[in-house]
């Protein structure tokens, strides 16, 4: 069998040394390299499977290191270390790509630990990004797992989009990724090296989101004890995301459009505004379209904003894609909670990958979450998952209905089925009617209207008071 290639470097030629000789053992072809920017040049062509690397070297940042290394192997497994162990650092590593993070002196022990686990996650991600063809910088795209027609199509659209500096509208559900997504796209383009700045427009209350954006002097307002910087310029030659777009304000819409217009804000109380070099890349699960034609969102800034609309499918859109979320998902909690859990038995994953997923990716990434902390060890059976996705699910996947041999009436078998899901959607929200009507895809005059022709309001009292 050829010996897989590991790869080390370190400045320090003690610790080099040390590290060749404890994995020789193993059988790995060891590369030493004690310059980051040549390890990075000579490793370009091989078949890396495992780094163990020193963060804290001089000519190139950590991060740095480990985000160009992650480009030349995505499923190289990378285990960083250092004797600097702030948690801002550390939490940048992991983001830029490391899988463990080794403080020194080593922890023998928690070395031999990492390098085995590093070794599974290995083979799983090869697996992940071999399984089929995916754009050449996959491995920028971060969380995003997929390999349905709509996904890989996906994959193929934002390496084009993230080439240009257009802004971009990402619509979908609640769950869906959008800001992983958004994430990706600044990853792939060419203000990768500046920062990605993400703000919730519907977490921040409205009188303040006008100073987070654009910033503020210090005297302009009660409270403004200092001058602060705004997101924009927080983002200058970067990318911004804004995030819940469709709940922004109509005065802060105009100043948005303003901005997208002259490429300058105006911080609160400033004498005169500043230039700069933004992508705005916006997101929400509202219908902007619907939200402009009932006035309630400026149709210039729609336009504006949606140069390169994208939509993000659904999970109960994505077939295969539930599955190989499972097993990835699977794979990470195992990872991060020394679980032993080996996966879903058949029918288990029956019903997972038959529920249509309200909550989508979100949804079932807490759900294999809980399972695994749960479980612990073994097979995932359908008695270990929760009752509502036991019961929701026997609706999608009952038998197909025969047609009676006496006297039916097809209006009130459809009024039946249309009840019971109704009914259901109501016990899953709690009787929240604006959650039952998100449930069930409609609108909630709709419900409403559908709920007083069954005479079903005063068995449902209104939770949502509204």
Same mark, same amino acid.
């Given at each position: ?44 062509? @091989?078949? $890396? ?5 020193? #963060?804290?070297?001089?000519?190139? !940042? /950590? &991060? =740095? ?93 934002? @390496?084009? $989009? ?5 802004? #971009?509208?990402?619509?979908?559900? !609640? /769950? &869906? =990724? ?289």
């Amino acid at each position: 069998m050829e010996a897989r290639t590991m790869v080390i470097v370190d400045d320090d030629r003690k610790t080099l040394d040390f590290l060749a000789a404890f994995l020789q053992y193993r059988d790995f072809r060891v590369l030493q390299f004690s310059d980051p920017s040549e390890a990075l040049r000579q490793v370009a062509k @091989e078949e $890396v499977i495992l780094v163990l690397a020193d #963060v804290r070297m001089p000519r190139m !940042s /950590g &991060t =740095g290191f480990v985000k160009e290394l992650k480009s030349l192997h995505p499923d190289a497994a990378i285990i960083a270390y250092s004797s600097y162990s702030e948690e801002p650092f550390v939490a940048q590593l992991l983001q830029a790509g490391a899988l463990f993070f080794l403080e020194k002196p080593f922890d023998l022990k928690k070395l031999e630990k990492c390098i085995a686990q590093a070794l599974e996650h290995h083979e799983l991600q090869a697996d992940l990004f071999h399984k089929k063809p995916a754009p050449k910088n996959r491995s920028l795209l971060g969380n995003i797992v997929g390999e349905s027609d709509k996904m890989l199509s996906m994959f193929e659209m934002l @390496e084009k $989009v993230a080439a240009s500096d257009s802004t #971009v509208l990402i619509q979908g559900e !609640s /769950g &869906t =990724g959008k800001e992983l997504v958004a994430h990706a796209i600044h990853d792939l383009s060419n203000r990768r090296p500046a920062r990605f700045v993400a703000v919730n427009c519907a977490a921040i209350p409205d009188d303040l989101l006008e100073s987070e954006l654009f910033g503020h002097v210090k005297g302009s307002f009660t409270g403004a004890v200092a001058t602060r910087m705004g997101k924009f310029e927080a983002a200058d030659k970067g990318t911004l995301f804004l995030d819940e777009i469709g709940d922004m304000k109509p005065n802060l819409q105009v100043k948005l459009l303003r901005v997208l217009q002259n490429r300058e804000v105006e911080p609160v109380g400033a004498p005169r505004p500043k230039k700069v070099d933004v992508r705005i890349i916006a997101a929400t699960n509202q219908n902007l379209e619907q939200l402009t034609a009932a006035k309630a969102f400026r149709e210039d800034l729609f336009y504006r904003l949606s140069v390169i609309p994208i939509r993000l499918p659904s999970l109960r859109e994505r077939g295969s894609d539930v599955e190989l979320l499972m097993n990835s998902f699977l794979q990470k909690f195992n990872m991060l909670n020394q679980k032993k859990v080996t996966g879903f038995d058949q029918e288990a994953t029956r019903i997972l990958t038959s529920y249509p997923w309200p909550g989508n990716v979100r949804e079932l990434e807490n759900l294999v979450e809980r399972l695994v902390i749960v479980v612990g060890e073994g097979l995932i059976t359908p008695r270990d998952l929760p009752e509502r996705y036991r019961s929701t699910t026997s609706v999608f996947t009952s038998p197909q209905p025969a047609l009676p041999a006496g006297p039916f009436s097809l209006h009130s078998a459809v009024e039946d089925f249309e009840t019971n899901l109704i009914l259901q959607a109501l016990e899953k929200s709690g009787g929240n009617k604006k959650e039952a009507a998100r449930l069930l895809n409609v609108k909630r005059t709709t419900l409403i209207e559908k709920l007083k022709k069954r005479n079903l309001m005063g068995a449902h009292p209104d939770s949502d008071a509204a």
